[in-house]
């Protein structure tokens, strides 16, 4: 009985070590890689001098007012972002849910936005916002809304909500589906017991729907605060940071530290630090769900 435990034990290792490998390969090698690369002043117009500074680029980094100005943007991008996805999603959801007949093509039309890559979804609302010749300015202007076109993306708070109205198509046909998957996932009876106790829908979404749906919602806000947090596309596709650095967002600063200033060292330290703000903030969201569950 042993040496079959010790066989069966011995293949399960076999079985998980091309997962293992691959993992190492493409995971934690770049990262520690990325952590040793953090700790050193490694400029590329400098490829030969590359002095150990341990924690240097962390202090420049964070100590620089650019970096401030970064994670404001960032988080408050990431904050209206979530919201609105998860929200409008929620709606959306609803209405997946409700019987009518074209609800299936609706269903799959829904998801278009989501399969369209964030470069090409930039583009596309690059062009809507367009000063010149863009879609909403036709529009306000057939309206009478605005007297002359407006350069949506040269403000910096138009633009901020630019970049945030393309985030939120992108996005919120992923979160929709998901919820109506936690939607259809709830017994038919509970609806029927709560309206046959006289339940009003408010009731019924809050003490019945709201509370099997907190998986999702969980699932949902972990992934859209990911996505928000870590954008690049659109900023680099619609905004290029500007105007000024109104709409530039760590990603966005660490590609230029990396990119334009061809500074390694300080580009792989504000993604440690991107990644270390990420894991905090889903421990959080973790923490706040259990401690609702206790109380």
Known sequence: MGKHSMKERKFSYLLVLPAAALISIFTIYPLLYAVRTSLYDIVLTMPFIRPYVGAGNYRD?????????????????????????????????FLLNAPFKLSGALRVLILFPWAIPFVVSGVIWKWIFNSSYGVFNGLLYTLGIIDSYVSWLSHPF????CLVTAHVWKEMPFASILFLAGLQAVPRELFDACKVDGGTSWSIFRYVIFPLLRPVLLVIV??????GITTFDLVYVMTGGGPGDSTSLLSWYAYAETFKFLNLGKGAALSIILALLILAIIIGYIRVIRLEEVY
């Open 222 to 227: 972990i992934y859209e605060t990911m996505i």
């Open 158 to 161: 138009y633009a901020k909500l």
């Open 61 to 93: 980094v964070l100590g620089s007012y650019y970096f401030r100005g970064s994670l404001f943007n960032t988080l408050v991008y990431a904050g209206i972002s979530v919201c609105l996805v998860t929200l409008i999603g929620l709606g959306v959801s």
